[in-house]
């Protein structure tokens, strides 16, 4: 069982949607990471939190410690966010150091 | 500064050949990560340095893989001999804090034929 699940594996949605990503996770974590990977594959970090919310421009990423899940939306998604978003946690007990990755949501906006 | 730095940014070998993928990290940050990334298993962690030393090498496949931080501004991985399992993405990663933001240089694409 993958200790970090995201849903949807793939969406697509028109521009200006507003878009919800999911992770859960089933271990104890001390931070969540989540990641934007471009289509040309580079890796940027969006977000780090341990709880509650952070906003950056039309990013939002929200974390619910007592039910381990955490949430990416963006809000007047426009064609440029069309990349895959990598929810990824720093697990504080019995797993592997360092970051434990989910596999991936393809996000694609159409103009 | 310029970020994280890699090199090469792709690498073709053939299967019994040594490769060496190297990473200058960011200036002042004490934390160096190693990842590779396949379409099967996604993102991994290899092995993590903290001010040059190997803290946790648990990720790393099996002994052909080794990697090495002689000072702060240089790490290596070196896969001796190659196998064409080996093809992926390898990423290179630090941070200031050992849990931090992340900052990923653009990965080494490595086809091993």
């Known amino acids: 069982k993958n200790e970090v699940e995201q849903s949807p594996q793939n969406l697509t949605a028109q521009e200006g949607e507003f878009i919800t990503i999911n992770c859960s996770y089933s271990v104890g974590i001390s931070a969540l990471h989540w990641l934007q990977q471009h289509p040309g594959g580079g890796i940027v970090s969006l977000f780090m939190?341990?709880?509650g919310k952070k906003k950056h421009g039309r990013l939002i990423a929200t974390i619910n410690i007592q039910e381990k899940h955490s949430s990416l939306h963006i809000t007047a998604s426009h064609p440029r966010d069309s990349a895959v978003y990598i929810c990824a946690v720093e697990i504080t007990e019995g797993g592997a150091d360092g970051l434990t990755f989910g596999k991936g949501t393809h996000l694609i906006i159409q103009p | 500064d310029a970020g994280v730095i890699q090199s090469p940014r792709h690498e073709v070998t053939e299967m019994g050949q040594e490769v060496t993928l190297r990473c200058k990290p960011i200036s002042g940050h004490d934390y160096l990560f190693w990842y590779r990334q396949t379409m099967m298993r996604g993102l991994e962690l290899l092995i993590y340095f903290n001010n040059n030393v190997p803290i946790d090498d648990s990720g790393m496949p099996e002994d052909r893989f080794s990697a090495k931080m002689p000072n702060a501004s240089f790490s290596t991985l070196k896969i001796q001999p190659s196998e064409p399992r080996d093809s992926a993405v390898y990423f290179c990663?630090?941070?200031?804090?050992?849990?931090?933001?992340?900052?990923f240089g653009p990965g080494t694409r490595l086809t091993v034929t």
């Open positions: 939190l341990s709880s």
């Open positions: 990663a630090s941070s200031f804090l050992r849990i931090s933001e992340q900052y």
